[in-house]
């Protein structure tokens, strides 16, 4: 298994660019189950995620041709008929494999599969995902570990479909209303950048879906879906993960590969709080930290608000501030798993229901054997060990593998010391 060698401190200089959002990749990636046409996708990240994704995809026959330079995927039909089975084996591995199911029931009217895994942050249940495909006529039962789904008569029209402001239920909604001849209106709709950039893709290939409201849809179905290229945006936890790099560390780094900083306004606007010189320049973000960092109060929230995927990125950020911090955690139960860890580096922080108080000032000293708790759990334990003095080690990077590309390769190009090692 896997493992970081990390010798810190190390201040992060340079330039750096981040790969195409993982998040948006998945939802797109499942989206092509709707297509007899080819879709060419451009800014993939080739992470464990996207990976597993494309076995899933094999295993339905759909066929992946990847660019000797990675930087193109094409997926088409293969000559064999399409599975509508999705097994255990690959979809325990991808809480995301559950947005297969929209996309098969809606072309094919069935599908079985396998209850989803991912990262232990929190229950997680589907069953906004089989409600909201409930209303639309798709009828399932669980069985043995899978859900047996079908639509024998296709998913139907539906004026009004309640989406609790679920990721991945807007996700499969959205997918699974595209085909077909019906009308069907989503109301409270994530509207996390991902969400909007998989309407974006599906609307490139021919897709009738537009937005009403601030968090309400309409989807027009239609027939078949065009061939299309899409070339996906750069990915945002990404690009705040390198951005609280460069606060806690006092360096600079000059941040490519994403085109619409409005996207980051919450974000970048805790770090200009916290202490961080931002400028832009074209589409480069420039980040410079200081030594003396301000202590700051975090909830987080549904997008606009602030995403709880930084939620431990930012708290390795905060053990640096001057004086005391809180972050409440209102989307899920899990996730400070991180905190005990971070702890054994010399952080000082206590858990009080869901929030986290965080005691700053804090000088991380390197500590042997760290476990990695989850994907972001993993990065944030990363980003302590490099801003500690001595020697550090984090096992279990397969977490971290799971949605970070090239991360020690893009962590040594901007001065930190770091090896992987088996």
């Not at 097994?87 to 079985?112: D, F, N």
């Not at 006529?137 to 004026?159: D, P, R, S, V, W």
């Not at 400070?336 to 922080?349: C, M, P, Q, S, T």
Request: aromatic fraction near 6%.
């Amino acid at each position: 298994m896997d493992k970081f060698v990390i010798n810190g401190p190390c201040k992060a200089f340079g330039t750096i660019r981040v790969s195409g959002s993982k998040n948006a990749s998945l939802a797109i990636l499942a989206a092509t189950l709707l297509f007899d046409e080819p879709v060419e996708l451009r800014n993939i990240p080739h992470v464990r995620d996207t990976t597993v994704f494309f076995d899933l995809l094999r295993s339905l026959n759909k066929k992946i041709i990847i660019s000797k330079d990675k930087k193109k995927i094409k997926i088409y039909n293969s000559k064999k008929k399409i599975s509508t089975f999705c097994s255990y084996a690959l979809v325990k591995q991808l809480r995301a494999s559950i947005l297969a199911l929209g996309g098969l029931i809606s072309k094919h009217g069935k599908a079985v599969i396998s209850a989803p895994g991912g990262c232990a942050i929190g229950t997680r249940p589907i069953n906004y995902h089989l409600n909201a495909l409930k209303r639309l006529g798709m009828k399932f039962k669980l069985k043995g570990g899978y859900i047996h789904a079908t639509a024998k008569n296709g998913l139907k029209e539906n004026n009004k479909i309640n989406l609790n402001l679920s990721v991945g239920a807007s996700e499969n909604l959205i997918i699974a209303s595209t085909l077909g001849d019906s009308t069907v209106n989503l109301h409270r709709v994530a509207i996390e950048p991902e969400v909007k950039e998989l309407v974006m893709f599906l609307n490139s290939a021919g897709a009738n879906i537009k937005w009403i409201g601030k968090r309400t849809l309409r989807i027009i179905g239609v027939k078949k879906l065009n061939r299309t290229s899409y070339t996906v945006n750069g990915d945002r936890i990404e690009l705040s993960t390198w951005a609280v790099l460069a606060t806690m560390t006092a360096g600079k780094l000059k941040i490519d590969g994403f085109n619409n900083i409005k996207l980051l306004k919450t974000e970048l606007d805790l770090l200009r709080k916290i202490g961080a010189s931002i400028k832009y320049k074209k589409n480069q973000i420039i980040i410079q930290g200081k030594k003396k960092l301000k202590n700051i109060n975090i909830s987080t929230k549904e997008y606009p608000g602030f995403p709880t995927d930084l939620a431990c990125i930012f708290g390795v950020l905060l053990c640096k501030a001057n004086g005391r911090s809180t972050i409440k955690e209102n989307i899920f139960e899990n996730r400070f798993n991180w905190i005990a860890e971070v702890r054994r580096l010399g952080g000082k922080i206590q858990i009080k229901g869901n929030k986290a108080i965080i005691e700053g000032n804090t000088k991380f000293q390197g500590a042997e054997e760290l476990m990695s708790s989850d994907l972001r759990g993993s990065v944030a334990l990363c980003l302590a060990a490099i801003s500690s003095s001595g020697r550090s080690v984090v096992n279990r990077i397969y977490m971290l593998d799971r949605g970070m590309e090239n991360f020690e390769k893009k962590a040594r190009s901007i001065g930190v010391s770091i090896k992987r090692i088996s």
